[in-house]
């Protein structure tokens, strides 16, 4: 079975070693509390320290993002504990973060490691496009929550984009699912707008029903992990993998709105 573990066991193990080389059981057992974490049950048999490793690090989800950000503060602080400059086991450390998309600098801070991708819409017919190019901005799967709050949004901007680009009104408050009924029907892309006898058909109506149905699950992902709707709890299980999945999916809704306009305008701009 692949492990969907979001810091792989050969890193704890060094950081098991690590805190036990150079820490007291009192500033293990700070370094853990002061991130929120319980200690669990464990054994001491490899000592009383690596033992006290064992029974916070055992009792952590190593799949949910949230607590492996804190988990990583509590190996920065681990890294605080290191006499001097040890070369040889901050390079080992760095490889080995390195495989899991982070990097250890200088300071011996943990960071992801910098995501990298500038995405881009085809935006030549949309006369202010200023809010989806603040949206496109946002799209940064090393932040989940935000990442997947603005990948709706860009959904939702490009649409009402281009309703107005073909002079139809829409609700200022109306929500995904009807602005992209009418989008797509504006554009003549919906389902129900492709002719009985265009060749095939099924498999057209059944990519755009698809492709629709994408833009709701990104909305109801937003409305269940976005920032902005004061949860009293943390993101459990959301990772950067997700949020990958929701703005992927929405820059190619958004590229193909776009694309479609475009070959609407340019038709309309050569007659």
Same mark, same amino acid.
């Not at 704890?12 to 049950?41: M, P, Q, Y």
């Not at 993002?65 to 290191?82: A, G």
């Not at 281009?162 to 003549?188: M, N």
């Not at 943390?234 to 949020?243: D, N, T």
């Given at each position: 079975m692949v492990s969907t573990d979001l810091i792989h066991p050969r890193v704890r193990r060094e950081f098991r070693e690590l805190s036990s080389a150079w820490g007291t059981l009192r500033l293990i057992?700070? !370094?853990? +509390?002061?991130?929120?974490f319980v200690a669990g049950n464990a054994s001491d048999e490899d000592g009383q320290r690596r033992g006290l490793f064992d029974a916070y690090s055992n009792d952590i989800d190593w799949t949910d993002y949230e607590q492996v950000s804190r988990v990583l503060r509590v190996f920065e602080e681990i890294l605080s504990w290191l006499n001097g400059g040890d070369e040889q086991t901050l390079s080992k450390l760095r490889r080995l973060l390195d495989h899991d998309g982070y990097t250890l600098d200088d300071q011996r801070q $943990?960071? *992801? /490691?910098?995501?990298?991708?500038?995405?881009?819409?085809? =935006?030549e017919h949309i006369r202010d496009a200023t809010s989806i190019v603040e949206h496109l901005g946002r799209l940064d799967p090393s932040d989940p929550p935000l990442a997947i709050?603005? !990948?709706?949004?860009? &959904?939702?901007? /490009?649409?009402?984009? &281009?309703?107005?680009? =073909?002079g139809t009104p829409y609700h200022d408050k109306a929500d995904i699912p009807s602005l992209v009924r009418s989008v797509q029907k504006t554009l003549k892309v919906s389902p129900d707008t492709i002719a009985p006898t265009a060749k095939g058909r099924e498999t057209i109506v059944r990519i755009l029903s698809n492709l629709? *149905? &994408? /833009?709701?699950? $990104?909305? +109801?992902?937003r409305n269940e992990y976005g920032p902005d709707h004061g949860r009293t709890r943390p993101s459990g299980g959301l990772g950067p993998r997700h949020a990958q999945l !929701?703005?992927?999916?929405?820059? /190619?809704?958004c590229c193909f709105l776009l694309d479609t306009l475009n070959a609407r *305008?340019? $038709?309309?701009?050569?007659?």
């Amino acid at each position: 079975m692949v492990s969907t573990d979001l810091i792989h066991p050969r890193v704890r193990r060094e950081f098991r070693e690590l805190s036990s080389a150079w820490g007291t059981l009192r500033l293990i057992r700070d !370094a853990f +509390e002061s991130e929120g974490f319980v200690a669990g049950n464990a054994s001491d048999e490899d000592g009383q320290r690596r033992g006290l490793f064992d029974a916070y690090s055992n009792d952590i989800d190593w799949t949910d993002y949230e607590q492996v950000s804190r988990v990583l503060r509590v190996f920065e602080e681990i890294l605080s504990w290191l006499n001097g400059g040890d070369e040889q086991t901050l390079s080992k450390l760095r490889r080995l973060l390195d495989h899991d998309g982070y990097t250890l600098d200088d300071q011996r801070q $943990i960071r *992801q /490691t910098s995501y990298h991708w500038e995405p881009k819409l085809p =935006l030549e017919h949309i006369r202010d496009a200023t809010s989806i190019v603040e949206h496109l901005g946002r799209l940064d799967p090393s932040d989940p929550p935000l990442a997947i709050s603005s !990948a709706k949004a860009l &959904v939702e901007a /490009t649409c009402k984009h &281009v309703l107005e680009e =073909l002079g139809t009104p829409y609700h200022d408050k109306a929500d995904i699912p009807s602005l992209v009924r009418s989008v797509q029907k504006t554009l003549k892309v919906s389902p129900d707008t492709i002719a009985p006898t265009a060749k095939g058909r099924e498999t057209i109506v059944r990519i755009l029903s698809n492709l629709s *149905q &994408v /833009t709701v699950g $990104i909305a +109801e992902l937003r409305n269940e992990y976005g920032p902005d709707h004061g949860r009293t709890r943390p993101s459990g299980g959301l990772g950067p993998r997700h949020a990958q999945l !929701a703005v992927g999916a929405a820059h /190619t809704y958004c590229c193909f709105l776009l694309d479609t306009l475009n070959a609407r *305008q340019s $038709i309309k701009e050569s007659s």
